[in-house]
């Protein structure tokens, strides 16, 4: 009967299972194999009077046999979620968790590693071991303890997941993605895995294959607004693509009561302003500044970025004045903002005051060099104005600057020297034919 439970709890028939276990217990009440089989069956249905239950099981077999592997491994994990209950509770009152207070859970577990004679039971004792470490705050044991378990057993899933959580910890975004490609060959849908996934795969710049990841999760569960909002910012590149998904991640948002950050009311204002819906985007943009109590008369660093859209927005509706306006508010507050000083030489050049936009360049260029961050586009933009006011002393100065000392195969810079050299070379030639006609 006890062989027979077995092999109907390998091919998860649990109804046959249970019979078989439940037949042994009834004839050998103190069998130990057939309580503990009995006692796994439902640990991991969402039902307490069934997990009190088990537990009862359980707990009869360890006082029978307090050596069985699996049994300790469940009391390591019985143990660890209880004391996880109590230091939160603790961290709420302020009270920090001690490393001492899993030590219970690491004896059980590391009993269970040396009686262990699968591999399977013995990864999952690793895993409760690497566990308590890394509640108690100890990162270098957990990942000494997750790496022996995805050793010992490669299939179990929270070994996989909390490695690439201590990889993660140390930025090693690589590793990390291939421990939870490794759970997903398991658990293929699982939906925190899958986002995580997907926004590690943002932070390595590769977009397309997170647009992946996140579809996947939209279309497996289409009512949560995570995926919708990583997937507008994964096609990002693709206004229409990710204003539609922003747009879904928005309404279930709301829908699901939860807080909409204003960070992600700017990023679709500014999704809105680039498709070239400037009204929406405006309000969007005013919506996300109130929320953190900003306006344009008054602001601080957090609502900068929201302003200095909004300024942006203004001038490309052609309301220029008031664009400028914004942009000296901003100066005011915040002189080493290079991008405003770029932005009124740009409203000056379109009011044919090529040499106020100089000025307003140089200022940049003095701003850039003093913060630290000198950048090559006020060169190249002062190299062009005085392309088109025929300075070109001035102008070879602006471009060879950039080849020289920040970036030698720009080719905006290059195009200008090539434009240089060409005026010069048509120039000798006029000048040549001119001294021959006379």
């Not at 699968?118 to 409760?128: G, I, L």
């Not at 693509?241 to 950050?261: D, H, I, Q």
């Not at 409203?347 to 003093?370: M, P």
């Amino acid at each position: 009967r006890l062989g027979m439970a077995h092999c109907w709890f390998k091919k998860k028939n649990k109804e046959k299972a249970q019979a078989c276990f439940k037949r042994v217990v009834d004839l050998e009440p103190n069998n130990v194999l057939a309580l503990i089989g009995l006692g796994m069956i439902d640990l991991d249905v969402n039902d307490a009077r069934k997990y009190k239950e088990s537990a009862q099981l359980l707990s009869k077999a360890f006082e029978l046999d307090n050596s069985h592997p699996m049994v300790l491994n469940f009391f390591a994990n019985h143990f660890f979620h209880l004391h996880w209950v109590r230091t939160r509770k603790k961290q709420i009152a302020d009270v920090p968790a001690q490393p001492s207070s899993y030590k219970q859970i690491i004896q059980l577990a590391a009993k269970s590693t040396t009686k262990a004679e699968d591999p399977q039971t013995r990864a999952e004792a690793f895993f409760q071991i690497g566990r308590a470490h890394h509640a108690a705050g100890e990162f270098d044991q957990a990942w000494q303890y997750y790496y022996q378990s995805v050793q010992q057993y490669p299939k179990l899933p929270l070994a996989q997941h909390a490695l690439a959580q201590m990889y993660i910890h140390k930025r090693e975004f690589t590793k990390a993605i291939q421990h939870l490609k490794a759970v997903l060959e398991v658990a293929p849908e699982d939906k925190d895995t899958l986002l995580l996934l997907g926004r590690l795969q943002l932070e390595l710049g590769k977009d397309l294959e997170a647009a992946h990841v996140f579809e996947k999760v939209t279309k497996l569960f289409p009512g949560i607004e995570e995926g919708w909002l990583f997937l507008g910012f994964a096609r990002r590149l693709d206004t229409s693509s990710s204003l539609s998904a922003y747009a879904r991640g928005l309404k279930y948002l709301r829908e699901n009561g939860r807080p909409v950050p204003p960070s992600l009311l700017n990023n679709s204002a500014a999704l809105h302003h680039k498709a070239g819906f400037l009204d929406d985007a405006e309000r969007l943009y005013f919506e996300a500044l109130e929320m953190e109590d900003g306006s344009l008369s008054d602001f601080n660093e957090n609502h900068l970025h929201m302003v200095y859209n909004l300024a942006r927005l203004y001038e490309d509706q052609g309301q220029l004045e008031k664009a400028q306006q914004i942009y000296e508010r901003i100066l005011e507050k915040f002189p080493a903002y290079v991008e405003c000083y770029m932005c009124l030489a740009k409203l000056a050049i379109k009011r044919q005051d090529k040499k106020q936009a100089a000025e307003w360049i140089e200022t940049a260029i003095g701003v850039s060099a003093n913060v630290g961050k000198s950048k090559a586009e006020p060169w190249l933009q002062l190299g062009d104005l005085y392309c088109e006011t025929k300075e070109w002393n001035r102008a070879q100065d602006k471009y060879e600057h950039v080849i020289a000392k920040l970036d030698n195969k720009d080719p905006h810079a290059l195009m200008g020297m090539g434009f240089l050299y060409l005026n010069c070379l048509q120039q000798v030639h006029a000048n040549a034919k001119e001294m021959k006609e006379k």
